[in-house]
Nanobody, 122 residues
Framework: QVQLLESGGGLVQAGGSLRLSCAASGRTVSISHVGWLRQAPGKEREFVAAVSMNSGFTTYADSVKGRFTISRDNAKRTVYLQMNSLKPEDTAVYYC???????????????WGQGTQVTVSS
C-alpha cells in the first residue's frame, strides 16, 4: 500500500507560479512512476505529468509543456510539480498519483492522494 500526500496548492494570479509537492510513504519501492492528474469542475480528469522513479524520465501533457516541470527526490520520497506561467484554465484540483505510466496517462493510477486546489485568477 502506498500513501500520497500533496501540498502547495493555492490562489495565484495568471502568469504566476506555484510548486506542488507529493510525499510518498508505505511500499514506495513498488512505485514505477509518480505523476500529477487534475480535474476541473465539470470536466474529466486529465493527465498532467509523470516521472519515472528509476530513470527520472519525464513526460508531459501538451497543454503544460514548457510551463510545468516535474522532478523527484528519491531520498525524500517526494515528487514536485513546478508550475510557471499559470493560466486560468490551469484551475483544478491536482492529484498526486502513482503506478504504471499507462495507467497514469489515462487517469487510472494505482494510488491517489487527496488532492490540492489550484486556482488561477485572471
Amino acid at each position: 500500500q502506498v500513501q500520497l500526500l500533496e501540498s502547495g496548492g493555492g490562489l495565484v494570479q495568471a502568469g504566476g507560479s506555484l510548486r506542488l509537492s507529493c510525499a510518498a510513504s508505505g511500499r514506495t519501492v513498488s512505485i514505477s512512476h509518480v505523476g500529477w492528474l487534475r480535474q476541473a469542475p465539470g470536466k474529466e480528469r486529465e493527465f498532467v505529468a509523470a516521472v519515472s522513479m528509476n530513470s527520472g524520465f519525464t513526460t508531459y501533457a501538451d497543454s503544460v509543456k514548457g510551463r510545468f516541470t516535474i522532478s523527484r527526490d528519491n531520498a525524500k520520497r517526494t515528487v514536485y510539480l513546478q508550475m510557471n506561467s499559470l493560466k486560468p484554465e490551469d484551475t483544478a484540483v491536482y492529484y498526486c498519483a502513482a503506478g504504471g505510466l499507462a495507467g497514469l496517462r489515462v487517469g487510472a493510477p494505482g494510488s491517489w492522494g487527496q488532492g490540492t486546489q489550484v486556482t488561477v485568477s485572471s
